[in-house]
């Protein structure tokens, strides 16, 4: 996700469920890796839960990235990142949020964050509301990449509302389907959603969405998967090119997709299954000639 987003010196780095601030202290690494400098980036993290808040800030400190701006509290109940009274913005979103989550609007601040709609709040669905509070916090030419459940891609009701909305807006550059058991404690299927702030998709790009179906490349572990460095390799390099690659990857205009009833099911788009074998017919054939043979008395 880091090397999909590329964040550069100078820009502002956002995960509004930072966990122990592994995609910071990445993005931090990838800077400083392609040349730039590091000390010139400012991260920004919060979580809800505490005991987690302090590890994140400890494993900051630890990564020497003591100036990090780490909160703790709900972040859909009470962002805390502000400027003059207002959301704060950034250059990069990044995040991984807890799936299938319930929430409430009751005391609620800055619902102005879920313009294209509210999920049920006690349907465990709030996982686009998650996805709405990074597009609200985007920058002019801001990008955001968030791993989701699949469920977000295709249910109905007030999720396709929202999904629609987003479609329509133009908002949404890339799904991307993960392997299965890749996340520890989960064995939940997982894709992975790449934005663009409003108006900002490159012109070639724009009423497309890229799908990429990567859900078989992966190396099998005893208790989870791993994606090894080639799996990445081509996953960001189909992303970077934005076209087809058959049985992998496949570039989708807009009208394709309101045919579909806006369902963005990658497997609709990007089928990697394989092809069917071929099946050796002439013993059939053999046997039906002899029962044949049979019926009209021929030896």
Not at 151 to 173: C, H, Q, S, T, Y
Request: charge should be neutral.
């Amino acid at each position: 996700m880091v090397r999909i987003l590329k964040p550069q010196e100078g820009m502002r780095i956002y995960d509004p469920c930072v966990g122990s601030g592994g995609m910071l202290i990445l993005s931090k690494q990838y800077v400083e890796e392609h040349g730039g400098n590091p000390d010139n980036l400012s991260l920004y993290g919060q979580d809800n839960n505490g005991g987690v808040w302090s590890m994140c800030k400890m494993n900051m400190i630890l990564h020497g990235i003591p100036d990090a701006n780490i909160q703790n509290d709900d972040v859909l109940a009470n962002p805390l990142h502000l400027e003059g009274g207002e959301l704060m913005r950034f250059d990069r979103v990044i995040t991984n949020p807890p799936f299938s989550q319930n929430y409430s609007k009751e005391g609620m601040k800055f619902t102005e964050r879920f313009q294209y709609g509210f999920c049920l709040e006690n349907g465990k669905k709030a996982d686009l509301m998650f996805l709405q509070h990074m597009l609200s916090v985007l920058r002019a030419g801001g990008m955001m990449a968030t791993v989701m459940p699949h469920g977000v891609l295709f249910r109905g009701g007030e999720e396709k509302k929202i999904r629609l909305k987003i479609i329509e807006a133009d908002l949404l550059e890339a799904v991307i389907s993960l392997p299965p058991n890749l996340f520890y404690g989960t064995g939940i299927p997982a894709c992975i959603m790449v934005c663009r702030a409003k108006g900002t998709k490159p012109e070639a790009y724009k009423d497309k969405i890229l799908f990429i179906n990567a859900d078989a490349e992966y190396y099998s572990g005893r208790a989870q998967n791993y994606l090894r460095p080639e799996h990445i390799e081509k996953l960001v390099s189909t992303f970077d090119a934005f076209k087809d690659i058959p049985g992998y990857a496949t570039v989708v205009d807009r009208g394709a997709i309101e045919i579909n009833d806006y369902n963005l099911n990658i497997r609709r788009y990007a089928d990697n299954a394989p092809p069917p074998e071929p099946h050796d017919v002439q013993p059939f054939r053999t046997l039906f000639a002899r029962r044949d043979d049979r019926r009209r008395g021929v030896s």
